[in-house]
């Protein structure tokens, strides 16, 4: 059973924008870690940013300054701002979230962009 969903990705033109959108069960939501991954063909799935609960943030140095993360704990759900986009932002972009040990994931949506 997929409990976090992701929505938002498609395709756009390098320099471009997108924003991602995950929401997540309140159990799963609240109080723990969320994260952006992603994962381009042939490459191993990497963290791209990470918010706690409080709101502190981190980026992958890939991505510091274009990407955005956010959540809304009282809807349960988390967004990435894309900015500036490169080609080498094509992947499956999965949503997570941590709870204690034990790991969510969504089933990803798909950013392409094209140079």
């Known amino acids: 059973q997929v409990l976090l969903v992701e929505s938002g990705g498609g395709l756009v033109q390098a320099g471009g924008s997108l924003r991602l959108s995950c929401i997540a069960p309140?159990?799963?939501?609240?109080?723990?870690?969320m994260a952006w991954y992603r994962q381009a063909p042939g490459k191993q799935r990497e963290l791209v940013a990470q918010?706690?609960?409080?709101?502190?943030?981190f980026y992958s140095d890939s991505v510091t300054g274009r990407f955005t993360i956010s959540r809304d704990n009282a809807k349960n759900t988390m967004s990435l701002q894309m900015s500036e986009l490169k080609p080498e932002d094509t992947a499956v972009y999965y949503c997570?979230?941590?709870?204690?040990?034990?790991?969510?994931w969504g089933r990803g949506t798909q950013v392409t962009v094209s140079s």
């Open positions: 918010i706690s609960s409080f709101g502190t943030t």
């Open positions: 997570h979230g941590l709870r204690g040990m034990q790991e969510f």
């Open positions: 309140e159990e799963i939501f609240s109080r723990n870690v």
